[in-house]
């Protein structure tokens, strides 16, 4: 059972860097063929893909976001983690981190979500 866990803080001023870990559980994030996301929900907005980790490091982030958003990953603790630098209250929002094998579009396992206000 693969299970993700989302942490950081929940509060963060403008201008500053968001930073959130994603520990992952019941696989191997170096595993071949598995994929590892960052997803959005602003309030009363849908989902915004934010960008994802292919098995072997690499990674992609959505154009939108790409000039402060970096995605990296501690092996040894089995965790991917998203920076989002230069805040601003429209990144308020619930981030959520996701995985599975074969896929980023459809990732089939899901964190709980944990929901950052960008505020002063």
């Known amino acids: 059972q693969v299970q993700l866990q989302e942490s950081g803080p929940g509060l963060v001023k403008p201008s500053q860097t968001l930073s959130l870990t994603c520990t992952v559980s019941g696989a191997n994030i170096t595993t071949d063929y598995y994929y590892w996301s960052w997803i959005r929900q602003p309030p009363g907005k849908g989902l915004e893909w934010i960008g994802y980790?292919?098995?072997?490091?690499?990674?992609y982030i959505t154009p939108s976001l790409k000039s402060r958003t970096s995605i990296s990953r501690d092996t040894s603790k089995n965790q991917f983690t998203l920076q989002l630098s230069s805040v601003t209250p429209e990144d308020t929002a619930v981030y959520y981190c996701a995985g599975g094998y074969g896929t980023y579009s459809r990732p089939p396992h899901w964190g709980q979500g944990t929901h950052v206000t960008v505020s002063s």
């Open positions: 980790m292919v098995y072997a490091g690499n990674t």
